[in-house]
């Protein structure tokens, strides 16, 4: 069996696909039905086209409940489990934040006024996401309300692409979305998959690694888009609660069963910060973290062995 990569632009990030084939050709065989099923998922849940179904949802807000597929209504229904154990930190109806408020660009200098700032996340409220299993709609209670799949989308097409690969033949893999990734079975020598977590310092480096098989792993970190103001570093990651910008984590790494889920905590333990995110985490059978602090600290939750 030899290792077949493929790396392509997809939900407008890089993704990566790796199968352990007995040849080239069944490896890109292979391959191709995970990132086809990657491309299906997109054209579901995007927000950058107007016939998803999240834009006729998002469309309707305020106005009528709308009949979704199956598949759309259960991760809504899913993310609004999340957004109850993480008391609102994770949102669908993030997509309603004023994106024109923040900008994070150098012209940024200050933050703006507490008011000003609660009035940008005024229609978040995962609470409003009215969701009847009988009729499989879906409702935004107000009209402006929007929700995204940014924090979970990801996650869950990786999760599909993997269980598309493995029917496909693929004993040992990995799909990784940009941050996100599912590792299953073994590398070729029969040894765990080796996976890094990102230096926030340094771009395509890594803080450290990690022996996985079988589980999922996703990294969020303000590394990406962030500004300093009176020489604190603020996060794009918004806290819906207060319309201010996160501070204080660099680096989120979740470690759990699903690509989906992982995806999902890492923005809301961001946002409660190294003490309380460890304790959240901590009290949660079978998810573990990995925190960076501003101050380059590491932090772990009770079950992890790193590899220096």
Known sequence: MIPVKVQTRLMGNTFEFIALAPNEEIGHEQIAVGVEEVK???KVFTTFSDSSVTNEVNRMAGVSPVEVPEEFFWL???????????QGLFDLSYGSLDKDFWNFNRAMTQLPHPDEAKKS????????????????????????????????????????????????????GIV?????????GYQEDGSPWTVGI??????????STLNITNKS??????????????????????????????????????????????????????????????NFINQIKGIECVLIDDADKLYVSNNIKLIK
């Open 176 to 184: 990784s979305a940009s941050g996100d990734l599912n590792a299953w």
């Open 198 to 207: 990102a230096n926030p310092n340094l771009k395509h480096t890594f803080f």
């Open 76 to 86: 809504v229904f899913r993310a609004q489990k999340i957004s109850a154990l993480t």
């Open 217 to 278: 792993i996703a990294t969020s970190g303000n590394y990406e888009k962030f500004v300093v103001i009176d020489n604190q570093l603020y996060s794009h990651t918004i806290n819906p609660r207060t319309g201010y910008p996160v501070k204080g984590v660099k680096s989120v790494t979740i470690i759990t069963t699903n690509a989906e889920l992982a995806d999902a905590m890492a923005t809301p333990v961001s946002i409660m910060g190294v003490k309380d995110g460890l």
């Open 121 to 172: 996340v005024r229609l978040i409220d995962y609470r409003n996401i009215v969701l009847d299993a009988q009729t499989c709609t879906v409702f935004l209670k107000n009209k402006g309300m929007r929700i995204g799949f940014g924090g979970i989308g990801k996650g869950y097409a990786a999760d599909c692409a993997k269980r598309k690969m493995m029917l496909a033949g693929v004993e040992n």
């Open 40 to 42: 299906r998922i997109e």
